[in-house]
């Protein structure tokens, strides 16, 4: 489960439309707030070779729940939405010294929206299952009529991130 935050500033151009429900015509300026969260359940299966190097892949379901403000002088417009969709990917990990990986793995979402994640990054194995990670990661995601309205949602994150990791 991860929770992503972003922020960008937008100018809207004359003849052209933010539509959220409701529209905001241009020429304006519009600051643009997304919040997603984010978790999968997946089924994994790999190897280890030699105990340095592993590989897997992945095969479940991914749940986004995205929320989106978009606010202008003269108008303010929010939209939320929980969506579906499958999910596949892979890791691969080098362990050059005990309870340390390098890793670089990427996943794929499609269905009610699609999503592609990429990090690069190194993981401290606590135990065999509990570990906590820092990483490179960049990710894009679209969703088609957000909100059911003509309305279409894209947008990029990429920067570091850290966090903990539990498997079973």
Do not use: H
Request: proline share 4%; aromatic share 12%.
């Amino acid at each position: 489960m991860s929770q992503v935050d972003g922020r960008d500033q937008y100018t809207v151009p004359n003849r052209e439309r933010i539509e959220l429900g409701a529209e905001i015509p241009g020429p304006t300026r519009a600051d643009v707030k997304i919040d997603r969260l984010r978790s999968r359940i997946n089924l994994r299966a790999g190897g280890r070779f030699l105990d340095i190097v592993s590989l897997d892949a992945r095969i479940g379901l991914a749940v986004d729940k995205t929320e989106v403000d978009v606010q202008t002088p003269a108008r303010s417009l929010t939209q939320d939405k929980t969506k579906a969709a499958f999910f596949f990917g892979s890791r691969l990990a080098v362990r050059p010294i005990p309870l340390f990986d390098l890793y670089a793995q990427f996943g794929y979402s499609f269905g009610d929206f699609r999503s592609f994640d990429g990090e690069i990054g190194g993981q401290v194995n606590l135990t065999r299952n509990v570990g906590f990670y820092g990483a490179y990661r960049r990710m894009t995601y679209s969703v088609k009529n957000f909100r059911g309205n003509g309305s279409d949602l894209e947008d990029k994150f990429e920067g570091p991130t850290f966090g903990a990791s539990l498997s079973f």
